[in-house]
């Protein structure tokens, strides 16, 4: 089984940037699709961004477009989430998750992912 765990959450001003961390442990596959989700106070878990491990396409929601960005180091088994331009809106916790089988259709459906991160705060001020 996999493990994954986020860290690198905190309180920043509108405008400033954060770099979250999803290490992982145990057992990975190249074919399993890797995701950032967060959820606000009083709203569903949203999909932020997530790609193939393997390579290939790279998916954003459209809030976050052009200001954040996926990637990971293999060595380390770990995935980022670089989020520069930090809106207020952006303030949720932050959730790494991680599937297999999920069809380009379905990577922004958190009910297609069956293993999930603890999450992190990412608090941004006005």
């Known amino acids: 089984q996999v493990q994954l765990v986020e860290s690198g959450g905190g309180l920043v001003q509108a405008g400033g940037s954060l770099r979250l961390s999803c290490a992982a442990s145990g057992r990975t596959f190249s074919g399993y699709v890797m995701g950032w989700f967060r959820q606000a106070p009083g709203k569903e878990r949203e999909f932020v961004a997530a790609f193939r491990w393997s390579g290939g396409n790279t998916y954003y929601a459209d809030s976050v477009k052009g200001r954040f960005t996926i990637s990971k180091d293999n060595a380390k088994n770990t995935v980022y989430l670089q989020m520069n331009s930090l809106k207020p809106e952006d303030t949720a916790v932050y959730y790494c998750?991680?599937?297999?089988?999920?069809?380009?259709?379905?990577?922004?459906?958190?009910?297609?992912?069956?293993?999930w991160g603890q999450g992190t705060q990412v608090t941004v001020s006005s």
């Open positions: 998750a991680a599937g297999d089988r999920i069809l380009n259709a379905f990577v922004s459906t958190p009910r297609r992912y069956d293993t």
